[in-house]
């Protein structure tokens, strides 16, 4: 801890994107606390800006208003991330951080690292060193970049630091703290909304919930799932052919809802067991997710979420950047196959789903150690 003497360490917090939301709020809690020997400031690129997208989160989670908003919006990848970046400048030249602060894998995780990391502010990310292997994710795009420019890489799970070390990081700068979204998943669970309430909220009927196989939670945002008309089609169907076995509840992103109506089968959403619902927010999504039998997604977040909550993840993707939640949680990798996805599914209703232990300091006190490791690094 510092000395009365001592400058606090500032500390510019970045968020951008939904995912970003859950894991910076327990970092900016314990920043914010007396006598943390940090300074923090929070910027919001803008990058995700609807209410569902942004507001509910920061409302649910005590996250603070941003002392900067960017404003940036929606674009092309190139258009969007030079827009994060020419307008970040201005603001990181005025406050002059001693630390930029940046998580996950978003547009805006990179475009503030290599802005910082130009003008000489070091780098910090944390969710460091993940990777599916393909780089036809935008997101493994910004992982590898953002790593290989970070001065302090903070990890949530072991393998990571192997990634990091192939791509020649020095190990020295790599730590292992755990899981900030976890942090916030055990901070809320008791708040967590009830499954028939949010139900109530969007107009569907509570008793979906009460069948023998209870409910199933879906989510799609993947480009590679939803961006080529054939791939989400063949999906949907396959997903109808779950929702005829049990219900699923579906808060569909806007990107997914936009193809989908593009593609020409929003009747896929109306009923026979697929019941749609507006992006969610944290608390209602938490409850529905915590209440399933299983959750069928495409989303990283959600593997750990899964894992954390002990509740079976069909995952539908070819690759997994979280593969601690497959060999220790509950999460299979299955892809898009329609025989694979059934198979999976049917094995979870029968009883036969993953069990699976929580991993290794996903026990709620990530940003404790975060907060410790950049005083003790900074300022020692
Ligand atoms: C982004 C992240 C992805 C993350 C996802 C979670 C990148 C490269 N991708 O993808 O890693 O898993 O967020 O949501 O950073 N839109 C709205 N309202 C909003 C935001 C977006 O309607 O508040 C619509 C826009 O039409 C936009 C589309 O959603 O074009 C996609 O948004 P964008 O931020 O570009 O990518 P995501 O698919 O959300």
Redesign the pocket.
């Known amino acids: 801890m510092m000395t009365s003497t001592e400058a606090p360490l500032r500390v510019l917090n970045i968020v951008g994107?939904?995912?970003n939301f859950m894991k910076i709020a327990p970092l900016m809690r314990v920043f914010s606390d007396p006598g943390s020997g940090i300074e923090p400031r929070l910027l919001h690129t803008g990058?995700?800006?609807?209410a569902a997208?942004?507001a509910a989160f920061f409302d649910q989670l005590g996250i603070p208003e941003p002392d900067v908003d960017l404003g940036v919006g929606?674009a092309s990848?190139a258009r969007?991330t030079a827009a994060i970046m020419e307008r970040f400048e201005p603001e990181l030249a005025a406050w002059r951080p001693d630390v930029v602060l940046v998580v996950g894998?978003?547009?805006?995780t990179i475009a503030c690292a290599l802005v910082a990391v130009k003008r000489g502010v070091p780098v910090v990310h944390v969710e460091a060193g993940l990777r599916s292997y393909d780089r036809a994710m935008?997101?493994e795009i910004?992982r590898v970049l953002t790593d290989q420019i970070a001065d302090l890489l903070f990890t949530t799970e072991r393998d990571a630091l192997a990634n990091l070390e192939r791509e020649g990081i020095d190990p020295a700068r790599v730590h292992f703290v755990g899981n900030v979204m976890i942090d916030t998943l055990r901070a809320n669970l008791e708040r967590a909304r009830p499954p028939a309430e949010t139900l109530t909220a969007h107009g569907l009927p509570p008793r979906i919930l009460e069948g023998a196989q209870g409910h199933g939670l879906l989510t799609l945002?993947r480009p590679a799932n939803v961006d080529d008309p054939e791939v989400l089609v063949r999906l949907m169907e396959t997903l109808a052919g779950v929702a005829a076995r049990v219900p699923l509840i579906f808060p569909v992103?806007?990107?997914t809802r936009?193809r989908i109506r593009a593609a020409g089968i929003e009747s896929l959403l109306q009923g026979r067991g697929l019941y749609a619902t507006p992006p969610l927010g944290y608390l209602e999504l938490l409850g529905l997710m915590r209440g399933a039998r299983l959750v069928l997604t495409d989303?990283?977040g959600l593997q750990e979420e899964t894992t954390a909550l002990g509740v079976p993840c069909v995952t539908l993707r070819e690759n997994t950047e979280r593969p601690v939640t497959v060999s220790e949680g509950t999460n299979t990798v299955v892809g898009s196959d329609p025989a694979a996805i059934l198979a999976a599914v049917d094995e979870i209703l029968a009883g036969r789903g993953k069990g699976g232990r929580i991993p290794e300091l996903w026990d709620g006190h990530a940003a404790e150690r975060i907060r410790d490791c950049l005083v003790r690094h900074y300022r020692p």
């Open positions: 994107a939904r995912p990058q995700h800006y609807d997208m942004k929606s990848h969007q894998d978003v547009n805006s935008p997101e910004n945002h992103h806007p990107r936009e989303s990283g």
